[in-house]
């Protein structure tokens, strides 16, 4: 099936003065010391990263560290404070149209149409984005096939079960064929079927060359997923790099265990 | 220069086209179809009861106001209500379950469709609904003949004025989801703001028979407006502020419209 990301079908950025030419054009994500602040309270406190072309790329961290915070304003739903952040090369804050545009994103709260069947959920979806209904219909069987979810597709949502409706919301987010995929803890809630049959997709997406953003509190699935990680505490990065490199400079046995050395053992809620 | 308010100070949003905001109210246009039965029986229900009522029941007591029997008096000002009470609902609770149970709004908002089309798109759709209770209701008023025949000429500009009136009572709706914390909230905007202006609107009695003071205040509330406008067109009953009821009642439907999606956009997009 065709999940091929297409490349911008739209203009191109109308001679903004804020894109910096750089030396790397495979960068999908540049931030570059991005600070959130909500009154007082400082989110995100000065962080920069970049997410490179076709890598699953990992957010992880403890509640409350700012990676929700961090996600929502890559995606356009929450401006800096300051910095700068750039998708595309294109400037968040000025371009979040065309952004969303070559995004998809799958939130963590299941916020499907539950008035609407499996099928018009994408249908509908899909004209949010200006794709042609004939093309609409031919990419929802295409999705709905490779998540398996193509007899359910006349069915209401409450027939379906959590991970079912967790496939459709992933699958809903690349009805538009996008460059990025944002997954927000995709796999929670899931039984251990569901979970892989979810790592598998996301692997064969990779294939196709979409970059992929990730959150979860699953350590094991970014030890599975991600090529890179970077681990956020308290609005701050206090580690990155690749998993298995990381599992080796602290001595330990999984990703899990460096999670938990570096960001302590006590609640935070 | 900071980059981040270049849109006029909604912070990410960039612009606002009415081709987007389309597309939502398309959306709830098609859950609409699926419940369109439900919703009608709901929405005329109470008006039409009313009507009986009030009309037939209560009106075979009173005399004629401004010399027309009760039921020609009452029926303006109920398919003003109607639309007033449709409009209010899908704005306040089918609203405010689709932003923050169903989480709607996030889910559209993270598509090329920005915040301020989304709400824009939901006000257009209030007031559609509405419309359509409102329609049935003048449509029944004429087929039992309770409209005089001289004045059916002037329905070309009743159609506007509750057009307007649809759109007033959904972007006031939609302003009251954006201070709501929950759906309690609409309680107390129900049962001490719409209630009572429905009952002091001039739809029941001329407001002229209560005190000054007050009904100047009932005036200026948005439902005395379109009820005195409909009442002129409908039965020729003089309104002497009318053009001064006509451009408040505009005024008022641009400026609460503007707020409430001011509003939203900087509750959503934090």
């Known amino acids: ?269 | 220069m900071n980059p981040w308010k270049s849109d006029g100070g909604l912070g990410v949003e960039s612009g606002f086209s009415p081709r987007y905001a389309f597309k939502v109210w398309y959306r709830d246009f098609v859950v609409w179809t699926r419940y369109w039965w439900t919703s009608l029986v709901g929405g005329l229900g109470e008006p039409v009861l009313y009507f009986l009522a009030m009309g037939y029941g209560l009106g075979s007591f009173v005399k004629n106001i401004e010399g027309f029997p009760y039921v020609q008096f009452l029926a303006p000002g109920l398919i003003c209500s109607t639309i007033m009470h449709s409009a209010s609902f899908e704005t306040t609770y089918s609203s405010y379950t689709r932003m923050e149970i169903q989480k709607t709004y996030h889910s559209i908002a993270v598509t090329p469709v920005n915040v301020s089309e989304v709400i824009a798109g939901e006000i257009l759709w209030g007031a559609t609904k509405s419309l359509f209770s409102g329609g049935i209701m003048l449509l029944a008023v004429l087929v039992m003949g309770i409209l005089p025949k001289e004045h059916l000429a002037n329905l070309i500009f009743l159609c506007p004025l509750l057009v307007v009136e649809a759109l007033l009572f959904s972007a006031l709706g939609m302003l009251m989801t954006s201070f709501a914390k929950d759906y309690d909230f609409f309680t107390y905007y129900f049962t001490l703001g719409l209630e009572p202006m429905f009952l002091f609107s001039g739809t029941f009695f001329p407001l002229s028979s209560l005190p000054l003071l007050v009904q100047k205040t009932a005036l200026i509330l948005p439902l005395a407006g379109p009820v005195a406008i409909a009442r002129l067109l409908v039965l020729g009953i003089p309104y002497p502020s009318l053009w001064w009821g006509i451009g408040w009642t505009i005024f008022l439907t641009f400026a609460i419209s503007t707020w409430a999606i001011r509003r939203m956009v900087k509750r959503l997009v934090v």
């Open chain 1, 1 to 269: 099936m065709d999940l091929t990301p297409k490349g911008t079908t739209s203009v191109a950025p109308k001679g903004t003065t804020d894109v910096v030419p750089n030396g790397t054009t495979d960068v999908v994500v540049r931030a570059r010391d991005i600070v959130k602040k909500f009154g007082e309270l400082i989110a995100v406190d000065g962080i920069s990263f970049e997410v490179r072309q076709g890598e699953c790329f990992g957010f992880l961290g403890p509640n409350g560290a700012g990676k929700t915070t961090t996600m929502r304003m890559i995606y356009g739903f929450s401006a800096p404070t300051s910095g700068s952040l750039e998708v595309f090369g294109l400037s968040v804050g000025q371009h979040s149209r065309e952004i969303k545009r070559r995004v998809g994103i799958a939130p963590q709260e299941i916020s499907l149409d539950p008035d609407l069947r499996v099928e018009q959920n994408l249908l509908i979806y899909a004209r949010y984005f200006d794709i042609p209904k004939a093309e609409a219909q031919k990419r929802s069987d295409e999705l709905l096939n490779f998540f398996h979810l193509q007899e359910k597709k006349k069915e209401k949502l409450d027939h379906l079960s959590g991970g079912m409706k967790r496939r459709l919301l992933v699958a809903r987010s690349l009805i538009n064929q996008p460059e990025v995929l944002v997954l927000d803890e995709p796999t929670t809630g899931l039984d251990p079927q569901s979970r892989h049959d979810m790592w598998e997709r996301v692997r064969d997406l990779k294939k196709k060359g979409v970059t992929t953003i990730l959150t979860t509190h699953y350590m094991e699935e970014a030890e599975q997923l991600c090529d890179r990680i970077v681990l956020i505490d308290h609005g701050k990065i206090v580690e990155e790099g690749r998993p298995s490199d990381l599992i080796k400079k602290h001595g330990l046995d999984s990703l899990e265990a460096v999670f938990l050395k570096l960001t302590g053992e006590h609640l935070r809620d």
